[in-house]
């Protein structure tokens, strides 16, 4: 067998498996609750429904708004429509391939819409750290403001999170904007790499890294067109973390609107750190272990599954539609 055919048969075999196993976890967590959680979801309002919905689709409108101020460093023309179908044109390939595709769905998504693939793998490593950093500000923002409200242990765990985050947005700026220190990246993995898949790899990095560079360095004297990003990276963000509070006020009044986004926040940084397939599994688990102590396991499951529907189905479903519909139209052409 090649080592390219033992490469995608790893790939083939660990991840379905990862997957799987924190799914069978999280089935096993909730094994006892499962007819109560799915009578909660059955006397959902359908007005809640319908506001989680658009929620969801407002933050991909963002997203899409988002993107399309990233693009404004290239000068090409590009809608903030477009830049919403990026977001879940990469959404629905990330389920479809485990998470394996997303990145490569994306990049091709904008360079059919007359980007260089350096810029679209700019733009798509730019929307990542976007994310990683409004998921930062705000768990920062609740830890200063709310830190009494949450035992030791978990607050440390969320610092160490948040520092591996921005360590993680830390690194790739730090490598972008050095030229020295990419040079000697390229020269340590030229000498010390000898491996095809590894040295594949190395490449890919170094390109991400250039076109990184470009629009850092373009970004820098455009810094107004930064704040914008940062602006609409929170924004987003905080869209999607209401969610939960607007899942569970109802019937936990006690529960207010600050802890909801605390614990959400903590959540996205601490599953941001742990590599699972197409983002599933780690969410799921650090959700019920940070809301369940607070609304209990039953009624948390419940908003997961509505949050999940707002931020993962959603896109996918939107994202798909778009798939099948721009391939009849390519059919036809």
């Known amino acids: 067998m090649s080592e390219l055919k033992q490469r995608i048969t790893m790939k083939a075999i660990i991840k379905p498996t990862i997957f799987f196993l924190l ?13 109560a959680i799915f009578l909660e979801l059955l006397e959902t309002s359908i007005w809640l429904v319908l ?6 689709i407002i933050y991909q409108l963002v997203e899409g708004k988002m993107v399309q101020t990233i693009i404004k460093v290239t000068e090409k023309p590009f809608r903030s429509w477009e830049g919403m179908m990026a977001s879940c044109y990469a959404a629905f390939y990330r389920v479809v391939t485990f998470g394996a595709g997303t990145w490569l769905a994306e990049i091709n998504f904008y360079h059919r819409k007359k980007l260089t693939i350096s810029e679209g793998v700019g733009v798509a490593v730019f929307r990542f750290m976007l994310f ?7 768990a920062i923002f609740f830890l200063i403001t709310e830190w009494y409200l949450f035992p030791n242990k978990r607050i440390w765990l969320v610092i160490i999170c948040i520092v591996i985050n921005l ?13 020295p220190l990419q040079i000697l990246f390229v020269i340590l993995c030229d000498r010390w790499i000898k491996k095809v898949k590894w040295r594949a790899k190395v490449d890919q990095v170094n390109l991400q890294i250039n076109a990184l560079r470009q629009m850092t360095s373009d970004l820098m004297r455009k810094k107004k067109l930064l704040f914008e990003m940062i602006f609409w990276g929170i924004v987003k963000a905080l869209i999607w973390f209401i969610i939960p509070y607007i899942c569970l006020k109802a019937d936990h ?13 903590f959540v996205t940084v601490i599953s941001g750190v742990i590599p699972t397939p197409g983002g599933v599994g780690s969410f799921e688990i650090s959700y019920m ?7 209990g396991k039953v009624d948390a499951a419940s908003s997961l599954l509505l949050y999940r529907f707002a931020t993962f189905i959603l896109p996918f479903i939107i994202g798909g539609a778009y798939t099948f519909i721009s391939r009849k139209k390519t059919e036809k052409d």
Not at 23 to 35: N, P, R, T
Not at 132 to 138: G, N
Not at 253 to 265: G, K, M, T, V
């Open 167 to 179: 360590l993680i947005n830390g690194i790739i700026l730090l490598a972008a904007l050095s030229m």
């Open 23 to 35: 799914i069978g976890y999280f089935v096993k967590y909730l094994w006892s609750s499962f007819d």
């Open 253 to 265: 009044p006690e529960f207010n609107l600050f802890i909801s986004l605390a614990l959400i926040s």
């Open 132 to 138: 990683k950093t409004a998921a930062c500000v705000l």
């Open 51 to 56: 506001i989680v919905i658009f929620l969801g």
């Open 289 to 295: 272990i940070f809301f369940s102590p607070y609304v």
